[in-house]
């Protein structure tokens, strides 16, 4: 089955206590990227990558790292996560080259305290 | 700056009732239109999507779209709307890229 794996779903944390977020893509995808969804605010993308070893910044980068050694996986990195990165976070992957539809992870759901 | 326009918050319709939920994206260039669905607890399903073509795009679970270039717009409808979607619906674009630039979402309520 085609899909887009994150993990952990949920994840409850301290202050700047380093984190890693997995997402995993089985399509062979070249196009992934990170968003976080906030209330009121819709999601935001915080990191794309357009192949392994390209990644660049998207609208919400700061506090974030990525990195794209595999085609198929896009971890998600708080070296030292702050409440204010208290979110709902997705994975997405796309074929890339103009084709624009997304799927999309089923989301993690970090608290940071 | 591209931006998406969802000007309703939170939408309350009785089931069977028609739906419209608007959408409005900043001028520019035709982008990629999108419509998503995040059901409570859920990541985000893709309803409907307009690239080129016929401006009425159906999608799934008896949505439609029509995209109106005068009006910038990509307004997602339902005839008769079913308890079931009750959910929160994001509109997105993108422009000649992958990224896509989403609305802030129109939760949807309906009663019986």
């Known amino acids: 089955e085609a899909q887009v794996t994150q993990n952990p779903r949920y994840l409850i944390t301290v202050t700047g206590k380093k984190l890693t977020v997995t997402c995993s893509q089985n399509?062979?995808?070249?196009?992934m990227s990170w968003y976080r969804q906030d209330p009121g605010l819709g999601l935001r993308q915080i990191y794309y990558?357009?192949?392994?070893?390209?990644?660049d910044k998207g609208d919400v980068p700061e506090g974030y790292k990525v990195s794209r050694k595999e085609k198929r996986n896009f971890p998600l990195i708080l070296e030292s996560p702050s409440p204010n990165q208290t979110s709902l976070y997705f994975c997405a992957s796309t074929r890339g080259q103009g084709s624009n539809e997304q799927f999309f992870g089923p989301g993690t759901r970090l608290t940071v305290l | 700056a591209q931006s998406v326009t969802q000007p309703d918050i939170h939408i309350t319709v009785s089931e069977g009732a028609s739906l419209e939920l608007r959408c409005n994206y900043s001028?520019?260039?035709?982008?990629?239109l999108f419509w998503y669905v995040q059901s409570p607890g859920q990541g985000l399903q893709l309803l409907l999507k307009y690239f080129s073509g016929d401006t009425l795009v159906q999608g799934i679970k008896g949505f439609e779209a029509e995209f109106k270039r005068s009006q910038s717009s990509f307004n997602l409808r339902k005839p008769s709307v079913h308890w079931s979607d009750a959910a929160e619906y994001f509109c997105a674009v993108a422009y000649n890229t992958d990224k896509l630039i989403f609305g802030t979402g129109t939760r949807l309520q309906v009663f019986p």
């Open positions: 001028y520019g260039a035709t982008p990629y």
């Open positions: 399509m062979n995808h070249e196009y």
């Open positions: 990558s357009m192949n392994v070893e390209v990644t």
